[in-house]
């Protein structure tokens, strides 16, 4: 698929687990949080009362822990209500579709190819930083510098993680394990089926061709990248984290490929299933954008800013386990020994450049079709 037709996969893809959320957040004490993280304007709808701001945000556990974490404080800074749209693909569609002054939502969600599409075809409204979000010079550099944020702001993301079956000779701990002969003699591994760059990026750090994952850009290193990727024992092909437990259940995989913000809280559920989290590692990241036509640009970009509060990133970050974007905020102690909080280590992590790896997609995606059609 190019990466147009990956705002098209997906359809269907769920990252529902049997524990959608395992902690609770602000509750009752919303009214008692307005006052510590009050300080945004307020905006009223033309009849005089509280307007309504749509948001897309990505299907599952994250709409959930979106919902718990982010309404109590938005509606609490802002004279607004917070409209949540969920979904994962044909966001793109939906706003090619509406009238050029009607969009379907003013904000969205957008990781890699759906940021780079949406900004190149001229779908998101350049993001005022100057005149309403200057959170973000909260932001570390690093996360500014992966890809233009002139039409979305690096807000949250989340590194990719190794699962492996307990029962194997050895853990499972980096991605050239994946092809050693611990994971080869295995029943085999399991790798998300709608994003085919997320394997690709961990097959690449796992590829000693070049540093990180730059075997994707570089054209010279292709060829490895795509021997080490078809050299993974692939039984199982996943939309959904679902789909990844059922497979171990199954006796289908002995290993997988997933995400952590899926899965950190659901390993208890899986005593026979451990995860490792290797210091080379890839990932992927939202870039937030204000939606091409709204009239709600500046209430948009205001809530884009509140993201970039490392206060609201901090209370955001008790409920889901996600990587976030500015220096000043502060992870749970569980969460703290997993995820970046320096450039430095942030850098350890290949997130997608979709710039550069769009000559090359159609090519990758005709690979990962001839592999799940074997």
Not at 21 to 26: D, E, I, M, Y
Not at 49 to 68: A, D, H, I, K, Q
Not at 195 to 210: H, R, S
Request: net charge negative.
């Amino acid at each position: 698929m190019s990466g147009n037709g990956l705002d098209n996969t997906g359809e269907n893809r769920d990252t529902r687990h049997s524990s959608a959320s395992r902690r609770a957040f602000l509750g009752a004490a919303g009214t008692a949080g307005a006052s510590a993280l009050a300080g945004c304007t307020g905006m009223l709808g033309g009849s005089g009362g509280p307007t309504t701001l749509r948001v897309t945000v990505w299907s599952g556990n994250y709409v959930e822990r979106f919902e718990e974490a982010i309404r109590p404080i938005f509606e609490s800074r802002f004279d607004a209500e917070l409209e949540l749209v969920s979904g994962w693909n044909s966001l793109l569609a939906k706003i090619k579709s509406a009238p050029a002054d009607d969009p379907p939502f003013d904000v969205t969600v957008a990781c890699e190819p759906i940021y780079y599409n949406g900004r190149t075809q001229d779908l998101f409204e350049e993001l005022r930083y100057e005149d309403h979000i200057p959170n973000i010079d909260n932001v570390i550099q690093h996360y500014k510098d992966i890809r233009p944020h002139s039409h979305g702001a690096p807000v949250d993301g989340a590194p990719l993680s190794i699962l492996y079956d307990t029962d194997l000779d050895e853990p499972v701990e980096t991605w050239s394990d994946f092809t050693d002969s611990v994971v080869q003699q295995s029943d085999g591994v399991g790798v998300d089926s709608g994003f085919w760059i997320y394997p690709l990026l961990a097959a690449g750090v796992g590829t000693d061709a070049a540093p990180g994952a730059q075997e994707l850009y570089e054209e010279q290193h292709h060829d490895a990248l795509v021997d080490t990727i078809e050299a993974w024992p692939v039984e199982g092909w996943a939309s959904s984290g679902t789909d990844i437990w059922q497979q171990f259940q199954n006796g289908i995989i002995d290993a997988a490929q997933w995400y952590f913000d899926q899965v950190y809280y659901d390993m208890e559920d899986h005593p026979n299933v451990e995860f490792s989290m290797p210091e080379q590692n890839a990932g992927w990241m939202n870039n937030w954008a204000v939606v091409r036509g709204t009239d709600k640009r500046q209430l948009g970009e205001e809530f884009i800013n509140m993201l970039l509060d490392p206060e609201v990133q901090s209370k955001w970050a008790e409920d889901h386990p996600l990587f976030f974007t500015t220096s000043d905020m502060s992870y749970p102690d569980d969460l703290a020994q997993y995820l970046p909080t320096t450039a430095e280590e942030a850098q350890q992590w290949s997130i997608p450049q979709w710039e550069e790896v769009a000559p090359y997609s159609a090519k990758f995606s005709d690979k990962f079709k001839q592999m799940k059609n074997q």
